[in-house]
């Protein structure tokens, strides 16, 4: 599963690092970049709406192979397009599939965790990290060798799409809990308000992880002015800490606890997004966007394995239901940002991750492990064990 988790970074990486040239290449205001953001956001949250039904119906591993080309494809869509309503359209397309796999990958990343046993979605969401550094790194040097940036989407949407398709053999299979028939409705449940609370959990800090994608890169280039290869260094650096924090934080998960572990990372994330917006030099910004990755990049799967282990008869529904909160913030987050910047500026814009992360701190105690609920035969799901 961890080359999928890797596509997934690895094309929306590219879209990140692409998207000052598209708005060059348009003439572009804020506002409008901000607009597509936020069209690109809601497209994902509708189409994450609706993956669980189609999980609970054929099955994560199914949906998750379908999603991964179809999301590989929708890359053309940006190359393709020539004006802006052309690019709208293409944000639709690239939201909604987005939304299909990501959710997909998530859900059947929590399934195969609670199998084993032990904490192991941060380690997969690493690879997410690795796909954005690649990504950072071939667009700098797209960008230093003067290529266009379209050549970089087309080449990028026939590569992921041949290699999701590649990669279906290898994918585990896990058991399946829910059906289409026995999915949870929408009734006011205590279990219900938990997924809303993680929701909006998952919401902060992905708008948090969003900012750094689609504004590090012009945080850089239009406020500090850095060259434009060394702007893209920025995403390139937050992808850094990210992917190096992922590599060892379940095991720090499985000794501390989800919740100290989360409240001391947003603290840090905070402080590393205000080194970089207070910074008018290319270094230290960057140093700050590091270590903005260093504690956004252990929080974010948290979210989703709270979700999932809610109740496993409807683990995909769940996870589907958080990562739609959470994709919407890190999808239509960063277009309140634009909207910000638009009528004040950029650096006073990016003060909304910074209180986002602030918010999380204090919320980190929804994440603590809940003991066991009974199922509707009154049996404990074992796989349901504190962390």
């Known amino acids: 599963m961890t080359p999928n988790f890797l596509i997934l970074g690895f094309v929306l990486g590219v879209w990140a690092v692409s998207i000052p040239s598209i708005k060059d290449r348009m003439a572009l205001s804020y506002g409008q970049v901000g607009l597509t953001l936020l069209v690109l956001g809601l497209s994902s949250l509708a189409a994450m709406s609706v993956s669980g039904r189609l999980m609970s119906r054929f099955g994560e591993r199914r949906v998750l192979i379908c999603g991964g080309v179809l999301f590989g494809l929708s890359a053309l869509g940006p190359a393709a397009a020539r004006t802006w309503p052309e690019l709208l359209a293409a944000a639709v397309v690239l939201g909604a599939c987005n939304g299909i796999f990501d959710a997909s990958q998530n859900a059947l990343a929590v399934a195969l965790e609670r199998k084993i046993g032990r904490p192991i979605i941060i380690s997969f969401h690493a690879w997410?990290?690795?796909?954005?550094?690649?990504?950072?790194?071939?667009?700098?040097?797209?960008?230093?060798?003067?290529?266009?940036?379209?050549?970089?989407?087309?080449?990028?949407?026939?590569?992921?799409?041949?290699?999701?398709?590649?990669?279906?053999?290898?994918?585990?299979?896990?058991?399946?809990?829910?059906?289409?028939?026995?999915?949870?409705?929408?009734?006011?449940?205590?279990?219900?308000?938990?997924?809303?609370?993680?929701?909006?959990?998952?919401?902060?800090?992905?708008?948090?992880?969003?900012?750094?994608?689609?504004?590090?890169?012009?945080?850089?280039?239009?406020?500090?002015?850095?060259?434009?290869?060394?702007?893209?260094?920025?995403?390139?650096?937050?992808?850094?800490?990210?992917?190096?924090?992922?590599?060892?934080?379940?095991?720090?998960?499985?000794?501390?606890?989800?919740?100290?572990?989360?409240?001391?990372?947003?603290?840090?994330?905070?402080?590393?997004?205000g080194l970089a917006i207070l910074s008018d030099n290319p270094p230290m910004a960057i140093l700050g966007w590091t270590l903005a990755g260093l504690g956004i990049a252990g929080t974010v799967p948290l979210t989703f394995s709270a979700a999932g282990n809610v109740d496993p008869r409807h683990s995909s529904t769940y996870v589907s239901r958080v990562a739609a909160f959470g994709y919407c913030g890190f999808l239509a987050g960063p277009s309140l940002i634009g909207f910000i910047a638009e009528v004040t500026t950029l650096r006073i814009a990016l003060i909304v991750p910074v209180a986002c992360c602030l918010l999380v701190t204090g919320a980190a105690g929804i994440l603590r492990a809940r003991p066991a609920r009974s199922t509707a035969q009154g049996s404990a799901d074992p796989h349901l064990t504190s962390r």
């Open 128 to 273: 997410f990290s690795a796909g954005g550094l690649l990504s950072a790194l071939l667009g700098s040097a797209v960008l230093r060798a003067g290529i266009d940036v379209r050549w970089m989407l087309v080449g990028t949407a026939a590569a992921t799409a041949i290699l999701s398709l590649c990669l279906a053999p290898w994918l585990p299979t896990v058991p399946h809990h829910a059906t289409a028939e026995d999915e949870p409705t929408g009734q006011p449940t205590l279990r219900n308000r938990r997924i809303i609370v993680l929701g909006l959990v998952a919401f902060a800090l992905f708008t948090a992880e969003g900012a750094a994608y689609d504004w590090s890169n012009l945080h850089l280039r239009n406020v500090i002015g850095a060259e434009p290869n060394v702007a893209a260094l920025a995403f390139g650096a937050f992808s850094v800490g990210m992917l190096g924090v992922r590599l060892i934080a379940d095991r720090v998960v499985a000794h501390v606890g989800p919740s100290r572990y989360c409240r001391a990372a947003t603290i840090l994330a905070a402080a590393g997004l």
